[in-house]
């Protein structure tokens, strides 16, 4: 039992690790639409405008959308049979693990109740927080202005410069790989 409560907090962190690298994806779309005649694209600047992120992310995804509907065939184009746009959301997530209390614990309350030391006492938990984000990618029949495909993913987001961009890339191409509808890898 004493072995299984000092694996927990191991195996917990491993899944909130692991939660992290994921990125979760869903999309709909309208089955009326006929996705085989779409052929070239430009980006909504009026919808993308909204979105509630630094322009340098708006870059970002932008170059990230722009290098996957090329390479899946598609034309930038001054008048376009879909616009792109996007839009975000994020939620703040706090863990609390407090997993060191009670007799032998290391924390303040020590021996006499003075200072730190081993003893009844407790410790101070640990806290972490993470931010999980989500990315909805829209294709608009730029004819009839209606919505035609809406991709979403949603993932951990990092704050490190270096891999920032590697990580929107990531939710990009995963949020990509349902479009066209019906040719999922």
Known sequence: MKKLLKTLPFLALLLVVSSCTTVRVASDYDKNASFSTYKTFAFFKTGIDKAEISDLDKRRILRAIEAEL???????SDNPDLLVSLFTKSNQRVDVYNNSWGYGGWGWGGYGGFGPGWGWGWNQPNVSTSTEGTLYIDLIDANKKELVWQGMGTGYLTQKMEKKEERIREFVTKIMEKYPP????
């Not at 090329?70 to 930038?76: P, R, S």
């Not at 019906?182 to 890898?185: L, Y």
């Open 70 to 76: 090329l390479a899946k065939g598609f034309t930038k």
């Open 182 to 185: 019906g040719m999922e890898q």
